[in-house]
């Protein structure tokens, strides 16, 4: 049993880490050619939950049966507490900053490409994205950092 936990945990590791990577690319896409963004832009938001959002559920689950399947305690291994608390950090920047933000940015770009075009909306479309980036590159670093523990395990 403890094979297929870390072979689905792995699985979902891929998923949501090769996912996340992939959508500042098509961001860039979105900045290069804008007569595209706002297919890329909901490109962006499918990747997000229908990829990462549920990869990171896998995550979450087959991590906690892993430690229960091989008995181990989170009060003896720090590295395991500061990867599952950094993990926590991880779901709730996703939910309660990207996935707005994310929405945000879809009902911009919605309105550039609509008759009821504002002056504004070119501004209000930046804001959005440069949070996305911040927010995403936040994402990024806590990703390494739970990679590097959950590899080294440092004690």
Not at 70 to 91: E, H, K, Q
Not at 128 to 144: E, F, H
Request: proline share 5%; charged share 15%; glycine share 6%.
């Amino acid at each position: 049993m403890r094979n297929f936990l870390l072979f689905v945990h792995i699985l979902a590791a891929t998923f949501a880490i090769g996912s996340s990577f992939v959508i500042p690319i098509i961001g860039r896409m979105n900045g290069d050619e804008p007569i595209h963004s706002q297919f890329g832009v909901k490109v962006i938001g499918r990747i997000q939950r229908w990829l990462v959002e549920p990869a990171l559920l896998v995550l979450l689950l087959t991590g906690l049966l892993l430690v229960n399947e091989n008995d181990i305690s989170f009060a003896d291994n720090t590295w395991l507490t500061i990867s599952f608390a950094l993990f926590i950090v991880m779901v709730l920047l996703d939910a309660f900053v990207l996935r707005p933000i994310q929405n945000n940015i879809v009902r911009a770009t919605d309105v550039l490409f609509s008759d009821e075009i504002t002056p504004d909306a070119l501004p209000e479309m930046g804001k959005w994205v440069q949070r996305s980036q911040i927010a995403g590159s936040a994402m990024g670093v806590l990703t390494l950092a739970i990679l590097a523990l959950m590899v080294w395990k440092p004690t």
